[in-house]
């Protein structure tokens, strides 16, 4: 019998400040707590939960989810701790595929108390774990869920990383160092740690930081360059739609936008996948036969270039890069009302006058 499965709440008795902010973070939503995941998961199959390889890691009968023999059980632990404390800490390593990487989790020994792996020096042990430093959690560890996923057609529904890059590079933006120790008596006066609200979209200020905008107009010309800071695409996720909007104003009035109706109506300053089923567009990937992304590449920069009416004095030109969570197109197949998730949230905004 394998040891017994350490639960979110367990880890609160020393990790307290660590235990706060995992609670807040994205991590800590799944197939119960998380709208649009759930929807779309049910959308997807009613029968099957596929989405339990990363929603819901440490699920007891794991294989039973994604075969379709058992549904998510809201009395079950380690479905409703979603990607839970104990399964990010027991990854011994992750394994290369070409649909989807595989997390490798460490053997437990039988009747001893479990192992938890992370990248400190000298880490203590508790009553309830050893402790251990592995150099995948510097190199690898995020590639098992956040690299990429193909459907059974080879269609990629979801790309954030490749090959040449390491989890450094995630831990520096998603978890920077913030005041306190690791637990709560602080032992070895470490002073620090990484945070565990694994920051991202749904923080306002985080998501100012990802991505420069510098404008510049000529007469009727008006050239918006982006660039991409971020380790990773700007499109990542399939239900998202990212986009500009951009307003020319002269006397407090809007004399010109880059969309009459829908901000799709720019091709060049909308950012989403699309699918296809044969000849159809689809909007859930799961059986899309074909797809494409109009993206902004990690580091990558674009000139975009508007015309626009011609510049006077007084006139300015506001541009804004906002994020839908959920596309318009997710309505025609999941029922969002009552969410916010797709109004759009500003991510940055930059003034020309």
Known sequence: ???????????????????????????????????????????????????????????????????????????????????????????????????????????????????LYGRLQNPEDSDKH??????????????????????????????????????????????????????????????????????????????KQGVDINLSVKGDELNVTLHNKMGHPLIIQPARAKYLMIEMIRDNKVIWRNYKVHPSEDRQGYFAYSFRKGDQPIVIPAEATSGSVHNLDRNETKRLHYKIKPWKSGDKVVVGLYVKLAKDACTSVIDLNGTSLNKPLLIKQVILK
Do not use: W
Request: glycine share 4%; hydrophobic share 30%; proline share 3%.
């Open 1 to 115: 019998m394998a040891q017994s499965y350490l639960d979110n709440h367990a880890c609160n008795e020393c990790h307290e400040k660590i235990y706060e902010e995992f609670e807040s973070s994205m991590h800590a939503k799944g197939y119960f707590n998380d709208t649009l995941h759930r929807k779309i998961a049910d959308k997807v199959s009613t029968k099957t939960y596929d989405c339990a390889r990363c929603h819901m890691p440490m699920a007891d009968n794991l294989k039973a989810l994604i075969d379709g023999d058992a549904r998510p059980d809201r009395s079950n632990k380690t479905h409703t701790d979603a990607v839970s404390c104990y399964f990010c800490h027991t990854i011994a390593y992750v394994k290369k595929e070409h649909r989807f990487n595989i997390n490798t989790k460490s053997r437990q020994a039988a009747n001893y108390k479990p192992t």
């Open 130 to 207: 050893s402790s251990v430093n592995n150099p995948i959690y510097a190199q690898k560890v995020c590639m098992g869920c956040h690299s990429h996923k193909l459907n059974d057609n080879n269609v990629t529904v979801f790309r954030a990383m490749d090959d040449t890059q390491d989890s450094i590079g995630c831990i520096k933006c998603h978890m920077p160092e913030v005041e306190g120790g690791v637990e709560k008596m602080d032992k070895r006066a470490r002073g620090k740690h990484v945070s565990h609200r694994f920051l991202g979209i749904h923080d306002a200020n985080f998501r």
